[in-house]
């Protein structure tokens, strides 16, 4: 199985960004699917996720209101949509398989800057 994040860059506060992770190697639409976030010097932590059964979804706290999670089964493909981004935002942001417990090898992950 193979994660494939995508979509990080550098932005303003206040900027969007929609990050992509692109599935293989199993059957995407029998999973939840996570994104998690790794900050310099700081441990990895779950962002959100979304099931795979009714879509429902999680959220950190603190991308409460700011951040969407969706997916597309028929494109073996989860996003994140990140909206009102936040210097503190800044991280390395990998998908996963699963809800609150990554299941697979991580993948490379996506670089988010959030910088004037």
């Known amino acids: 199985a193979q994660l494939k994040e995508s979509g990080g860059g550098l932005v303003q506060p206040g900027g969007s960004l929609r990050l992509s992770c692109t599935a293989s190697?199993?059957?995407?639409?029998?999973?939840?699917m996570n994104w998690f976030r790794q900050a310099p010097g700081k441990e990895r932590e779950l962002v959100a996720y979304?099931?795979?059964?009714?879509?429902?979804?999680y959220y950190t706290d603190s991308v409460k209101g700011r951040f969407i999670i969706s997916r597309d089964d028929a494109e073996n493909t989860v996003y994140l949509q990140m909206n009102d981004l936040k210097p503190e935002d800044t991280a390395v942001y990998y998908c996963?398989?699963?809800?609150?417990?990554?299941?697979?090898?991580w993948g490379q992950g996506t670089q988010v800057t959030v910088s004037s």
């Open positions: 996963n398989r699963g809800w609150t417990v990554p299941t697979l090898s």
């Open positions: 979304i099931t795979n059964t009714d879509d429902i979804t």
């Open positions: 190697g199993f059957t995407f639409s029998n999973h939840g």
